[in-house]
């Protein structure tokens, strides 16, 4: 819980900085560029996390790893501030705070789709339209997840909301209603 919090502020912070600077969209993209990066290099970031480096150093690598990776110059400091704090591991859930932030602030909503198929163009479309109607945004981002285990029908979740449109679901339902009768 409290590393939530401090990644929501970390996100928070750099929100701000990003907007001020109108890179809001760069700034997510460098930051799932280094979450990705970092992933794919467990020796940078068991090096980044090492407690008993001092922040110094951290700081230093950080900036080292920030530039081979061509981020801006903002994300770069940014993941040294970070590293240098001794918050690296949290740089996922920092990433995916400022994402929140960045799609809150463009009336845009992503919404996790599962189904046994891939949606038509205009399925999707339509979908898309509806859900963002409902959720009361402008846009909604559709992720899709194929799922094989439903029937038939799709399964659109948003946050907390669950809008369960599967054939599953729907028989799930009928047999609560059958044996509460």
Do not use: C
Not at 29 to 52: H, I, N, T
Not at 120 to 141: F, K, P
């Amino acid at each position: 819980m409290k590393s939530l919090r401090a990644a929501a502020s970390y996100a928070k912070a750099l929100f701000a900085l990003a907007k001020e600077r109108n890179v809001t969209d760069r700034i997510g993209a460098d930051l799932d560029g280094l979450v990705a990066a970092l992933d794919s290099a467990p020796d940078a970031m068991a090096l980044l996390s090492r407690p008993w480096l001092g922040a110094a150093t951290r700081r230093a690598a950080a900036l080292e790893v920030g530039t081979r990776s061509g981020v801006s110059p903002l994300a770069r400091d940014f993941l040294a501030l970070v590293a240098a704090r001794g918050r690296i591991a949290e740089l996922s859930a920092i990433a995916a705070a400022y994402r929140d932030l960045v799609d809150a602030d463009a009336g845009r909503a992503r919404v996790r789709v599962r189904a046994v198929v891939r949606l038509t163009e205009d399925g999707r479309r339509i979908l898309a339209r509806r859900l963002a109607s409902e959720l009361g945004v402008r846009e909604v981002v559709l992720e899709e997840v194929i799922d094989p285990h439903l029937l038939g029908g799709f399964v659109a979740e948003a946050g907390s909301l669950v809008l369960d449109a599967s054939l599953n679901g729907q028989l799930a339902r009928l047999k609560a209603r059958l044996t509460s009768a």
